[in-house]
């Protein structure tokens, strides 16, 4: 199936589950804990700051991602020790990662990748054929992914929407949360053009016993 | 009752036509060759025009003779207006009568046509100190809600506007301190809208719909308005409406910028089809910029681009209404009405029917009865002041009076 295709696809199966209040509070977490994890670690020693934020980040995020989720009652898992946060919304599992640059880390978490594996049916759709429709009431993973740079700044440079694959070694979906979030917009949608009148039934009538 | 003349002459339809041709009883009298005491016995209803007297006022002021002896019903609410002070009150009362024009070719359409039906959002305020913020900000959504319109930008306002029912009209009308006006229909239960479309500005005509269609919406029930105090208050009202239904709060707030800067506000100004001055205007009412910084920007914009324009401004083509122009074609494909019983059947010249229902210049041209300007003067027992004068609001007319006919219609 072509690329741009399935991707549209994806995008719909995502929002018929998601609501759009989910992804603006999920936005508005992961911002607030990536800020409240460089307040607190900006006092740190320079010889550990780096790794002192990144811990504050992965427990802050955490916390504030599970608010997000549970306001929303997306039934998030418990917070407890070094546990993934996951959010349930009927058959689809919503997580949470941050990354650097470079996505090299992702594959690092056994019970990510094993969360993962929930995506297999939405990888035979997509290598099967084009003319079957999508898997509607099907297991299906996300991650909310917050990229950092390298400078330790105070906010992610970007939070992506992203769908990995059955074995996490490839993303099938991915798209910044902004412009995720402007689907529901409904911007691309095409207008509907309703500036039609219509002859009055009488007049249709006897014009069609007239022909 | 009248004394002698033809039976069933309608004052109130002299009363009209001096508005929308913006003539003074003076003009017309010596127009027609009569004096200013009779158009005035006319328009009082104390005296009726003879036959040859009634053609040559009808042949002036380009309606059909008949015109004047169809009963004058007014169906249209009074009109609110959005002007700023220095409009005329003749220039209001001109347009007053093009849009009772509008209308009244609009009922006469619906003897045979089912015009899309009526979707807005009912509000039943009977004075404007009753609205609140809050009221104005549910009815611009529940209008883009009924309308499928999501949160994003409007493509197409006018589309919009005609899909759900409501008339709209646009027309160059010469007076372009009045950017529109607004009335609903009682006969046929629908708001009418009029546009001017001097300003040929696609941005500013879009926010002139939303005001009036604030108008409509949030100002059905409340009657023409002569304080002034309250006047200020219900064009503030339908201006909030405007920045709401073009500008949602969800969406907009999602793509303005913190602290935006004016170039932030072109891109978004091309992005929602608002003029930048507008979306600046909505970012305070939804307090994502304080009054400060909404100081500094105006203050930075009449540095940059002076008070009036805004870069971009040429970009966007006005949107057009289309309505009653596919109701016209309707009827001539089906063979119901033939084109050329148009100006006929609405007693007004062609070209006014043009400009009322969008139709391209010349669409009825070989069907005018054309009054050569000479043969006018010539006949004319005191020649007045020169046509081009009188007419100079209503330049159309001026083509059309002075345009020899054509021998077929041309291509559209």
Same mark, same amino acid.
């Not at chain 2, 009772?100 to 015009?115: H, M, T, Y």
């Not at chain 2, 057009?320 to 009405?337: I, K, N, S, W």
């Given at each position: ?74 039934? &998030?898992?418990? *917070? ?14 919503? %997580? @949470? ?16 990748? @094993? ?10 759709? *997509? ?28 906010? &992610? ?28 917009? %409904? ?25 | ?33 009569? !004096? ?19 053609? @040559? ?120 301190? *009045?950017? %529109? ?61 405007? %920045? ?42 939804? !307090? ?29 083509? &006005? ?18 009405? &033939?084109?050329?019983?148009?100006? @006929? ?68």
């Amino acid at each position: 199936m072509d690329g741009e295709e399935y991707k549209e696809e994806i995008a719909e199966l995502l929002m018929s589950d998601i609501p759009r209040d989910l992804v603006h509070a999920i936005n508005e977490g992961l911002r607030a804990g990536a800020r409240r994890a460089h307040a607190k670690a900006k006092d740190l020693n320079a010889g550990h700051r780096a790794n002192g934020l990144g811990q504050e980040r992965h427990f802050l995020m955490n916390e504030a991602f599970y608010t997000a989720l549970a306001a929303q009652n997306a039934s &998030p898992t418990p *917070i407890h020790g070094n546990d993934l946060i996951i959010g349930h919304l009927g058959e689809l599992m919503l %997580g @949470r990662l941050n990354v650097g640059p470079v996505w090299n880390n992702c594959r690092r978490s056994t019970v990510r990748r @094993r969360l993962c594996s929930h995506n297999a049916t939405l990888g035979e759709w *997509i290598e099967a054929d084009l003319f079957n429709d999508p898997p509607l009431h099907t297991a299906l993973v996300v991650f909310f992914v917050a990229i950092f740079a390298k400078d330790q700044a105070e906010l &992610p440079a970007s939070i992506q929407v992203a769908v990995p694959d059955a074995g996490m070694s490839r993303w099938i979906f991915r798209e910044s949360i902004e412009k995720f979030m402007h689907r529901y917009d %409904g911007i691309s949608l095409a207008q509907q053009d309703l500036a039609v009148p219509r002859l009055k039934l009488a007049l249709s009538k006897q014009n069609e016993g007239g022909k | 009752m009248s004394r002698g003349g033809l039976q069933g002459f309608q004052a109130d339809r002299l009363s009209q036509i001096l508005a929308v041709r913006r003539l003074t009883q003076a003009q017309l009298a010596s127009l027609v060759g009569v !004096s200013p005491g009779t158009i005035s016995k006319w328009k009082a209803g104390t005296q009726s025009p003879e036959l040859e007297a009634l053609t @040559r006022l009808a042949s002036v002021v380009n309606v059909s003779p008949d015109w004047f002896l169809r009963p004058y019903r007014p169906m249209l609410s009074p009109p609110l207006f959005r002007s700023n002070a220095s409009a005329h009150v003749a220039a209001r009362a001109m347009l007053e009568g093009r849009l009772e024009w509008a209308e009244e070719i609009a009922c006469g359409l619906a003897e045979f046509v089912e015009f899309p039906r009526l979707i807005l959002p009912a509000r039943d305020f009977q004075n404007p100190e009753e609205l609140t913020e809050e009221d104005i900000e549910e009815a611009a959504d529940e209008c883009r809600k009924l309308w499928r319109l999501g949160r994003g930008p409007v493509q197409d306002l006018a589309l919009a506007v005609e899909s759900a029912g409501v008339l709209l009209i646009r027309e160059e009308t010469g007076i372009p301190q *009045i950017e %529109g006006l607004s009335g609903w229909s009682t006969k046929l239960g629908r708001p009418c809208i009029l546009l001017s479309a001097d300003k040929d500005n696609g941005y500013r005509g879009r926010f002139d719909l939303a005001h009036e269609l604030g108008h409509c919406i949030l100002h059905k029930n409340i009657g023409r308005v002569t304080n002034r105090d309250r006047y200020n208050l219900m064009e503030k009202q339908a201006h909030a409406f405007a %920045g709401a239904i073009l500008l949602p709060a969800e969406g907009i707030s999602q793509d303005a910028p913190v602290h935006p800067t004016l170039d932030d506000l072109l891109i978004l100004k091309r992005r929602w089809g608002v003029s930048a001055a507008a979306i600046l205007m909505r970012l305070r009412a939804l !307090s994502l910029v304080d009054n400060e910084e909404v100081t500094n920007l105006y203050k930075r914009r009449s540095a940059r681009w002076g008070s009036k324009a805004e870069p971009g401004d040429g970009e966007r083509v &006005p949107e057009q209404p289309r309505l009653l122009r596919r109701t016209v074609d309707l009827l001539v494909a089906e063979g119901v009405m &033939p084109l050329e019983s148009f100006p @006929r059947h609405f007693g007004i010249s062609g070209n006014d029917l043009e400009m009322l229902m969008a139709l391209p210049s010349r669409y009825f041209a070989t069907l005018e009865k054309v009054v050569s300007l000479t043969r006018l003067r010539q006949e004319t027992a005191q020649p007045g002041p020169g046509l081009h004068q009188l007419f100079k609001n209503r330049s159309a007319d001026v083509v059309t009076l002075s345009q020899p006919a054509r021998a077929s219609r041309p291509s559209k």
